[in-house]
């Protein structure tokens, strides 16, 4: 027998991996699963929320006979007088201004403490953060009836609860913009021996000045709009005169106040466009309603002063050869009268209307500390009161109330804040979609949507409430469609901005394929502001669980009525104890939504 009889038999080669097999697979990481997780169980929590909410359409058309026995009490709309309405509107103003450049003034500090790139040490970040998460979750009402307290009846006690507020937005917005700085200029002072505080102002602060202005501006337009709640606490102002109008059933002088400070927070966007074009210069780069205004006047003078240009020049091309001729020594002259002109820094165009706009916003200032009335006196008696006033905080119990009732009056405001939430994102999307350039049919539909979400941003959530709570009862409800309607201008505009700042490559790339406009935007545009959606909704969320809250006190729901009734009845414990329970809720939603953004980036 031959070896090649009893030798095995090659064996037949393995099949080749196909192309799927072959390809490493994409493995989910376990956070991010979680991280999905939660966003599923937070979905399906707003939407038992929504359902929880009593929120029905027949019942709102059966109840619009009470919208119109309402109007018809209403009547016709009467404003104050018009020298007490000009007193009001201007005390409204100085009052909302001195409140955001105090928080402006304390944020610089402390987001120099709070920045990764600043900070002289960890406990010294942390420190930082704490103090604007802090400020932040405690609302200005709160601060207001702590103040009120403190000082005696008028301005001061508005100026504070918006002042230290406030400092929660502005330090977080002023830390990011110190880190995202480029560090150049910084580390050229500091080898040159420069000190700390030359490193801020030359190497910070010319870097940081456009996007801390535009944060000013935003605060304080968010004030003039949360200045109206703080009249139910006692503070001056149009807000305390609404509040009387409707605690007195006189809802016609009511409503003409409400659309005062509708108009006035309209105005206050054009100005704030104005302003920032005038200190920072250049064309207004935003979307809103004052940018647009702005441009547009810029533009309507640009076209007239071309036109004005056209028809006064000349053709004077004989001269111009000997005018373009070299002549000795000309340009050594030119380099002289540059440097020359550069170290006396005349009194061009720029630098006048520069000093003129800062004159005008100190005389502002000015104005607005005077028409405050600010009694000084009590920033240096009030010291002696701090102890008293302390121990009717301090410690914090529920006093009457059980433990299950507040905790349920908790859980019913972060059902609120969870229904409004998804109730403004569904229409967010839909509406921002198609305010948004890339997505937008044509510019009539882009402007007509821009123009919806202005108009909704300039009503304040609490007006609303107290019209929506009037025609359809107290409860959540009411508190629930305020917040979903006020949600719809922010969130609306944040995604528009959002979706008009994709790359436009994959766009790009599917309409060379005859894409069509939906799966254009199926396909390249909603995947990529997916993250954003994300972040934009959690910020939301954070806000409607305070604004929550504060439409409680009006009859909204939820555990702000237990706060106006124990701010009323000076059971001032229990207000620390519900302040300590709003400020942990605030916490966890900020850490899963830090949480959230890191998973998701």
């Known amino acids: 027998m031959s070896l090649a009889a009893v030798a095995p038999a090659p064996s037949a080669p393995p099949p080749s991996p196909s192309i799927a097999e072959r390809a490493p697979r994409r493995r989910v990481s376990p956070e991010r699963i979680a991280a999905t997780l939660t966003l599923g169980a937070i979905v399906v929590a707003s939407v038992v929320a929504l359902a929880d909410s009593g929120i029905s359409i027949p019942s709102m058309i ?99 609860a918006i002042g230290i507020h406030s400092i929660g937005m502005i330090a977080k917005l002023f830390a990011d913009a110190i880190e995202q700085i480029d560090e150049g200029p910084r580390r050229a002072i500091r080898a040159a021996g420069g000190s700390k505080l030359q490193e801020f102002t030359s190497g910070i602060l010319p870097q940081v000045l456009p996007s801390w202005v535009a944060t000013v501006l935003h605060r304080n337009d968010i004030n003039l709009r949360g200045s109206v709640v703080l009249g139910y606490v006692g503070v001056v102002g149009l807000g305390m005169e609404m509040s009387f109008a409707f605690k007195s059933l006189n809802y016609s002088e009511g409503l003409g106040i409400a659309l005062v400070m509708f108009a006035l927070c309209v105005v206050m966007e054009i100005v704030s466009s104005v302003v920032r074009q005038a200190m920072l210069g250049g064309a207004p780069s935003g979307r809103g309603l004052g940018d647009r205004v702005v441009r547009g006047v810029q533009n309507a003078g640009a076209r007239a002063r071309s036109a004005r240009s056209t028809a006064a020049q000349a053709p004077a091309t004989a001269g111009r050869a000997d005018a373009a001729a070299p002549r000795h020594g000309v340009g050594a002259r030119h380099a002289a009268s540059d440097l020359e002109a550069a170290l006396r820094r005349p009194w061009d165009a720029v630098r006048i209307r520069n000093t003129a706009w800062g004159w005008i916003a100190l005389a502002v200032v000015i104005g607005s500390v005077l028409v405050c009335n600010i009694q000084w006196g009590d920033l240096i008696t009030f010291w002696a009161k701090v102890p ?5 905080f301090w410690p914090p119990n529920f006093g009457n109330y059980d433990t299950a009732t507040m905790f349920g009056a908790m859980a019913q405001t972060i059902g609120i804040a969870l229904a409004a939430t998804l109730l403004a994102f569904v229409v967010s999307v839909f509406v921002g979609s ?80 005859g894409a069509s406009r939906g799966q254009v935007y199926a396909s390249a545009t909603l995947p990529q502001g997916t993250r954003a959606l994300i972040g934009h909704s959690f910020y939301l969320l954070d806000t ?37 329970m709003i400020l942990v809720t605030v916490l966890i939603v900020e850490g899963i939504a830090m949480w959230m953004r890191r998973v998701f980036r």
Not at 441 to 452: A, C, D, I, K, W
Not at 492 to 499: P, T
Not at 545 to 568: D, F, P
């Open 434 to 513: 198609l305010a948004a350039r890339n997505v937008a049919p044509n510019g009539t539909v882009r402007t007509s949507m821009r123009l919806l979400l202005v108009v909704i941003r300039g009503i304040p959530e609490v007006i609303l409430a107290i019209v929506l709570i009037v025609i359809t009862g107290l409860g959540s409800q009411a508190g629930t469609l305020a917040l979903a309607f006020g949600g719809i201008g922010l969130l609306g505009k944040l995604i528009a901005d959002s979706f008009e700042e994709v790359r436009p490559g994959p766009e790009r790339a599917l309409r060379a394929t």
């Open 62 to 160: 059966e109840s619009w006979g009470n919208a119109e026995r309402f109007f018809a009490r209403v009547g016709s709309i009467t404003f104050p007088e018009p020298g007490e309405l000009l007193y009001l509107t201007a005390l409204t103003i100085g009052l909302v201004l001195c409140g955001t450049l105090l928080a402006a003034v304390i944020s610089v500090p402390v987001a120099y403490l709070a920045a990764s790139n600043t900070t002289p040490g960890r406990a010294w970040q942390a420190f930082g953060r704490f103090v604007t998460v802090l400020t932040r979750a405690i609302p200005d009402v709160v601060l207001a009836m702590f103040f009120v307290l403190m000082f005696s009846l008028g301005s001061l006690p508005g100026i504070l």
């Open 544 to 580: 409607n669980i305070r604004a929550a809250t504060i439409l409680g006190i009006v009859g909204g729901g939820g555990i702000g009525y237990y706060l106006l009734n124990a701010g009323q009845g000076s059971n001032y414990a229990v207000v620390t104890a519900i302040v300590l």
């Open 388 to 392: 008293a006033i302390a121990v009717q």
